[in-house]
């Protein structure tokens, strides 16, 4: 197993990302007794924290100088949107200015977090809203957590879905490092079976992480199952192709003994031919993978259409058919800004020029797929 890079010094809304082991390293690194890092971490993450102060047990002299490090929480909410289905986008502003989003997804048995591990993204799907201007950077560690942690506050979270802005496995270490702290008994203490990563297809990481993290549930986003049609698509897939990525798949799902999740979405004009579903199937059937099919939610930037209920069906019972095992994930938050990059994108662009995501929330997200 590979330790991520350490935390990098800073002020106390660094230790959102760290376990107690590194927060008692942090604290003796600033000349404090190590047990003071683990008492900050514990206190930071009790509702109402704003400031040092607001942290139980330091005494005025040590929140004085811990607050002047620099600011206690890794970013602020600036603009909330609720569904009538319960479905809270929230987007956070980062101590640097920037923005990113992060949404709450319950149900009456689950409370899924679905996080962003960059400011925006570098993959450019053609039909996302979050690389439309790029990737501007990685978020750290704490800025992951922080995200998860500010719903908890509302409602204790189950399960995590890296499925928001940005590839995470090209922000590997600091993902990691969020996974680990998350699983950590002094923050939310969640077991690795709830955290999903979803990824375009980075080989070398899909392996790392099989041994990284065995235990983390791996989503495939593949959206076509044929090189010309993925690389139009999903640019990366020029990079990496389709029978690359498949082969890290193959190594991955051998090494973890469970089942991969396939992330299809539905483009009427670009991915939907009968082809594409028997290809679509050939790979399921390979991989005994479960496929989530996703009716595409329009952008304006974008040339893609949302296609109709029969086109979905139809083609969701061609792949059957053809023995692939499916699902076709419901609408959540349709109302309200609720996908990929569409909030940041109308908060950053001008009234009536659009935004837009690559799919509605699930109803099934956040499912464990081993």
């Not at 908890?152 to 995590?160: K, L, M």
């Not at 989503?219 to 082969?247: C, G, K, Q, Y």
């Not at 009536?352 to 081993?370: M, S």
Request: aromatic letters at 4%; one cysteine or more; hydrophobic letters at 40%.
């Amino acid at each position: 197993m590979s330790d991520p890079a350490a935390p990098a010094p800073g002020g106390l809304w660094r230790l959102w990302g760290m376990t107690a082991a590194e927060a008692r390293a942090w604290a003796a690194s600033i000349g404090l007794p190590a047990f003071r890092g683990e008492q900050i971490l514990q206190g930071l993450h009790r509702p109402g924290v704003a400031t040092a102060a607001d942290i139980k047990g330091l005494g005025p002299e040590l929140a004085a100088r811990l607050g002047a490090l620099g600011p206690v929480l890794p970013g602020t909410e600036v603009t909330r949107q609720e569904s009538r289905d319960g479905t809270v986008k929230s987007l956070l502003r980062l101590h640097d200015g920037r923005q990113v989003e992060c949404v709450s997804i319950p149900t009456a048995v689950r409370h899924t977090i679905c996080v962003s591990s960059q400011v925006g993204c570098a993959v450019g799907c053609t039909f996302c809203a979050s690389g439309l201007n790029g990737v501007e950077r990685d978020l750290d560690a704490a800025e992951i957590v922080y995200q998860i942690a500010w719903h908890h506050q509302r409602r204790p979270v189950t399960n995590i879905v890296f499925m928001g802005s940005g590839e995470p496995l090209f922000n590997y270490d600091q993902v990691l490092r969020a996974i680990r702290a998350l699983g950590d008994e002094h923050g939310l203490g969640l077991g690795r079976r709830r955290i999903t990563v979803s990824t375009s297809g980075v080989p070398k990481r899909i392996r790392q992480l099989a041994d990284d993290e065995p235990q983390v549930t791996l989503a495939f986003s593949i959206h076509a199952a044929d090189n010309e049609t993925r690389s139009r698509i999903v640019p990366l897939n020029r990079r990496w192709p389709l029978d690359e990525v498949l082969e890290a798949m193959a190594d991955y799902s051998t090494k973890v003994g469970r089942r991969m999740t396939l992330e299809y979405v539905l483009l009427a004009e670009a991915n939907m031919t009968p082809g594409h579903a028997e290809r679509l199937a050939a790979v399921a059937r390979r991989f005994g993978a479960h496929i989530n099919l996703i009716p595409y939610n329009p952008v304006m930037e974008t040339p893609h259409q949302r296609p109709t209920t029969a086109q979905v069906k139809a083609f969701a019972e061609r792949v059957e058919a053809l023995g692939g095992h499916l699902t076709v994930r419901g609408q959540r938050g349709a109302d309200i800004d609720a996908a990929c990059g569409q909030l940041k994108r109308r908060a950053e662009t001008p009234a009536g020029e659009g935004g837009g995501g690559k799919g509605d929330i699930p109803v099934d997200i956040g499912t464990p797929a081993g």
